[in-house]
Every structure is written in C-alpha cells, then in structure tokens.
C-alpha cells in the first residue's frame, strides 16, 4: 500500500475524555517471571500455550472457542467491573500519560503510524497473547492499554481483537461486551497481513513472534504492518535464539524500534503496572523489497 500524509485525527486535549498449542513467556533482562495462565488468583505461574510447531513450517488454523464454555452472568459483571476500574487507574497513571505524550507528539510514532495507516483504511488492532483477564492485575492492565489506544486513535482504528488459548468463556463474554472481538481462530500468531495492522504482543514467547514474521516474510503486505511488544529484537545471539527465532534476528535489519517503557514513568515499586509493560517498544517493519528477498535466500 502506498504511503500516506493523512494526518491520524488525535484529540487537541492534553488527556483523554472520559486451539490450543502453548505459549511460553521469553525472560530477559530485569524482566520478572509473567503470571502465568491459571484460572484461581492463588494459582502458580505457569506457561502461556506456545507454538510448538517449527516456525517455517505450513500450518493451517485450528477453530478455537473456551474450553470451560461456561458464560456466569455474575462471573462477567465483576470481570466488567475490575476491568473498568483498572482502566480507570491506568488512565490516571504517570505511565499513561507519558505514553499519550509519545503517541502524540514524538514524531517517530507518529510517522509510522501514518506509513502503515493511510486513510480511510483504519488500523487493526490485534492482541495476542494477553493471559487470564480474570486471573491477573497486569493483563488487565495490557488489555486496558489497548482499548486506550483504540479509543486515543478514533477513526483511525478498527476493532480491537483478542486472543489467547487460556481464554475463559467469561473472559471472552466480557471482552465482547467492551466492544472488541475474540478470535475463533488459533492461527499460532501465523496472521498474514492483508491490511493495516498493529499487533500488540505482550510479553510473548520469541516463536510466536517468529511465526507472525515467518507467514508475511517477503510479502508486499508486510510495510502495512507495526508491532507493539516486548523488547524482542535485542542481541540474543546464542544458538539456542537462532534456533527459535530466525526471522526475528533477521528482522533486525528491517525494523525502527522506539522504546515505550524507557523513561515513562514505569515505578518498579507498582509490580502489576512494572510486570505489564516493562521493556515495551514499538516496532515498525518497512523492508526493502531487494534486501528482504536477499535476507530470505
């Protein structure tokens, strides 16, 4: 898609106006071990399901819905409630309000946004990977940074959709019930692109992040895509990330990287907000045609 100067229409306002594989969680650097996908608050940190499958390998989606396929009224309105009131928080976070900061008027954001978002076709906000919304503090909170952002963008963004395999059927009644989409779909995070697409991943394992770059290597599409995510594209040089993570090390040469969590108001002594968005970064991929074909071979 060819690129645009349509501006995204941000308010002028300083704030707002009111299937089944395993997904593991990557650790690095001052990052603390993820909750983990459990259903009780007392349960033991667990892994995300993850693709177990080679990322280069052809995998057709698999049909997914919860595997509880219990929606309690009561359940859904105390889950509707704690997501309100985290959003609520996180509004008022010194976090937040930096990230409005950045969003707005840091260039950088915003011409990528523009390069991958020429209107009218709005961005679709994807989110992969959040965790148990019912369970834990920090995916409400990730969950609640993307509604904020959808919201922040009007009419530049669509939907928001969601979807991990832990999800209860309540957490995907309540979800629904806040105006976004719960994929039907596990596609292993092997999305091709076919429009303009933010994908926010928080916190996910390398191999996921590898499968979504793996199923658009090489295609057209792929300027029309950004990331939200963990700090992924650092320098894991062993062989073990080689292994897991190919297209993500090469992707290194086709991606801008700006840092969310840096500088932000992030306060390691708040865990929840600190474990939901610490080493968070944009990623904008805009290969160029001959080198992405040179990278492939």
Request: with cysteine.
């Amino acid at each position: 898609m060819a690129e645009s100067t349509a501006a995204i229409p941000f308010p002028d306002t300083e704030t707002n106006p009111s299937a089944a594989g395993s997904w593991t969680v990557v650790s690095s650097r001052r990052r603390r071990r993820r909750r983990g996908g459990g259903r009780g608050e007392d349960a033991d940190d667990s892994s995300h399901p993850s693709p177990s499958e080679a990322p280069n390998e052809a995998l057709a989606p698999l049909p997914w819905s919860p595997a509880d396929g219990d929606e309690e009224p009561m359940r859904i309105s105390k889950l509707l409630g704690k997501l309100r009131s985290t959003m609520a928080r996180l509004e008022a976070s010194t976090f937040y309000r930096r990230f409005l900061s950045q969003l707005r008027d840091e260039p950088k954001v915003r011409d990528n946004l523009l390069k991958i978002s020429p209107l009218p076709e709005p961005i679709l906000i994807v989110l992969y990977g959040v965790g148990s919304i019912e369970s834990y503090e920090p995916p409400r909170l990730q969950f609640s940074l993307a509604l904020l952002l959808r919201r922040e963008m009007r009419s530049s963004a669509d939907a928001v959709e969601v979807f991990d395999p832990v999800l209860s059927a309540v957490e995907c009644a309540a979800v629904e019930a806040l105006g976004c989409r719960v994929a039907r779909l596990d596609d292993r995070g092997r999305r091709r692109v076919d429009r303009p697409t933010l994908f926010y991943m928080p916190h996910c394992e390398a191999a996921l992040y590898d499968n979504l770059l793996a199923a658009n290597w090489g295609h057209p599409s792929f300027r029309e895509y950004g990331r939200f995510a963990e700090e992924a594209l650092g320098g894991r040089g062993s062989v073990h990330a080689a292994e897991k993570a190919r297209y993500v090390l090469r992707a290194r040469d086709f991606v801008e990287e700006i840092s969310v969590a840096a500088n932000l108001g992030l306060d390691e002594g708040n865990d929840s907000m600190f474990r939901a968005f610490n080493e968070t970064s944009w990623h904008f991929f805009y290969p160029d045609r001959s080198e992405w074909q040179k990278s492939e071979t």
